[in-house]
């Protein structure tokens, strides 16, 4: 289970939290049924991320394209392996997930490397269905960190969104829908998007320090290749 640590959160409403984040990134692969658990860890390898704090003055301009300096200096979650096509092996196509957040709202900053941009597949239609037939990126958040509820958030290079709620380990809850904002952006290195996902979303203890599950997949169709 990727994890995020969550430290000394304040006694606010959680419309404004104060949070510490800490991510512990761990090599793991899970069943095709249940991202909030794993089963068998690739590396036992810890890679420690932190999700910066925003002062007052800084801010992300959410349009896709990672130009603020707060992801300049934000360490990622990066490396990814793959779970289909080659197992085991390092992801054909890297991706790089940062994140920061201030009072209110977790950011997340991601860039999808493609060494072949023209041919990114990005549909585009209302129905979540469709976000699999192209590239697409998974985020499954366990803010419980109790391994059998949690949120999977997903977005697209065409910026459409997807998300649903978990519940017993794998049962899913598509009746949810949760109050976030994303854009995207598709450049010479692949494609990349910013993410606004407000904590009022998150069912979480307000009290004490606190770890939240955080597994993140990408998906290239044109590849067949899936990972972590």
């Avoid at 009290?207 to 290749?225: K, S």
Wanted: proline share 4%; hydrophobic share 30%.
């Amino acid at each position: 289970m990727k994890g995020c640590k969550i430290l000394n959160p304040s006694h606010e409403n959680r419309t404004r939290t104060r949070l510490g984040l800490f991510l512990f990134i761990i090599c793991q692969l899970f069943t095709s049924t249940s991202p909030l658990r794993a089963h068998e860890t690739l590396s036992d390898d810890n890679k420690g991320v932190t999700a910066i704090r925003l002062e007052t003055h800084q801010k992300v301009n959410l349009d896709g394209r990672l130009n603020e300096p707060i992801w300049q200096i934000t360490k990622p979650a990066t490396d990814f392996i793959q779970k289909e096509l080659d197992y085991g092996s390092p992801a054909q196509q890297d991706a790089e997930v940062r994140f920061c957040y201030d009072e209110r709202n977790l950011y997340i900053g991601i860039r999808c490397f493609d060494d072949q941009p023209k041919t990114i597949l990005k549909p585009m239609s209302r129905s979540e269905r469709d976000m699999n037939a192209g590239d697409v990126l998974n985020l499954f958040i366990d803010s419980r960190h109790d391994h059998r509820t949690g949120y999977r958030i997903s977005v697209n290079p065409s910026g459409m969104r997807g998300d649903e709620a978990r519940y017993n380990d794998y049962l899913k809850d598509n009746s949810w829908d949760g109050f976030w904002w994303v854009e995207t952006h598709i450049d010479s290195l692949g494609w990349t998007a910013e993410i606004k996902l407000p904590f009022k979303n998150f069912r979480f203890e307000t009290l004490g320090a606190q770890t939240w599950g955080l597994n993140i997949e990408r998906r290239v169709p044109r590849l067949n290749e899936q990972s972590y």
